[in-house]
């Protein structure tokens, strides 16, 4: 069956307007008439049974960011980088996280970094009379929940928790950065271990927290493990340090029914039969360190990608021709079996809006023929 793509602002299309996740803009966009809702349709994916249309979160999730959960309060201080903060476009600024940890949101490059000089933890063998543990008590989760599920919640979407850094990520940033982390995970490997198990024990109770407020379908966490090159540290340290707590952390999400995403940067190429292991769900990884379509074509019956439009060069601007083709090939390439979604961004809200039709109607036609 061949599916309308509907010209911008049809008249006839019902639509609605979308804020990005990183930031304040809205965009208006279509509303598909679904034969199932995008949340049953994504578990479909996540499970690799039988979706019927590629999803897409642009449209199909509702996605908290860290920070989103909690009102900021009079202390300053963050769960995580604010991407909807007003000075992001305008000024760098200074932020201490809930560890004590401080960042500086630098806004040449649209993202924070450790304030240099910033060094919470300096001997991790000494991490449990330095390290002061947020109390999840004294935050207000309820407030934010309350106010989403009254005024924004959409049962028919993908509620979506992006619940920020794992335990490498945290862990860099209490000892200062990757140089002091590694030599860390060298020298005191029982060290890292027990604090790394520690900071299990904190996400689980925040998770819970976020599950019990919010009735989560899909967990995103944070995790980089490697440069452009090659991973920050070895197959080894990864079995003997890393592995464990990661997969105690993903294996107690999956059991309350909510599908895991691990998001991690840089080349992780050799890691990917132990993202396997751990049970992700999915995973999310940058094309331009690793090669996501032999991914698929090798461990796509195992684990489920967060793939962009193949071929699609950011601030380029492209014919919708060519972003016919980019898309086509972008849901060939992925979509076989499931265990796909993607994300899509445009600056012109009529670009969008094709990039959308055309996913969502192409897709289907390509699912609609792998089951004939």
Known sequence: MKYPRPAYKDASIKTEKISTAFGAATAEVPV???PISPVENFKRAAARNDPLWAPNSTTDFQTLMAQDVVYLDDRGVQIHTNFRDKRNSTEDYIFIDWFGASWTWV???NGAMLTPGTQVVDDITKWEKIIKWPTLSEWDFKARADDFMKNEYDPKKVMHYNI?????ERFISLMGGY???MLALAEEPEAVTSWMERYVDFEIGLFDT???LYPLDMLTYHDDWGTERDTFFSGSMMEEIVFAPSKRFIDHVKSKGVV???HSCGNITRFLPYMTQLGADFIQVQRRAVNIPEMKKQFGDK??????IEGLEMGRQASNDELTMLIRNTVEIYGKGG?????LFAREPEQLWFMLAELYAYSREYYDNARA
Not at 303 to 308: E, H, L
Not at 339 to 343: A, I, V
Request: glycine share 20%.
């Open 303 to 308: 684990i489920g990608f967060c793939a962009g």
């Open 339 to 343: 265990g796909f979604y993607t994300s």
């Open 210 to 212: 976020i599950n019990s």
């Open 260 to 262: 895991f995403e691990l």
């Open 164 to 168: 920020g850094r794992g335990c490498t």
């Open 179 to 181: 140089t002091e982390g």
């Open 107 to 109: 806004k040449s490059a």
């Open 32 to 34: 598909f008439d679904t």
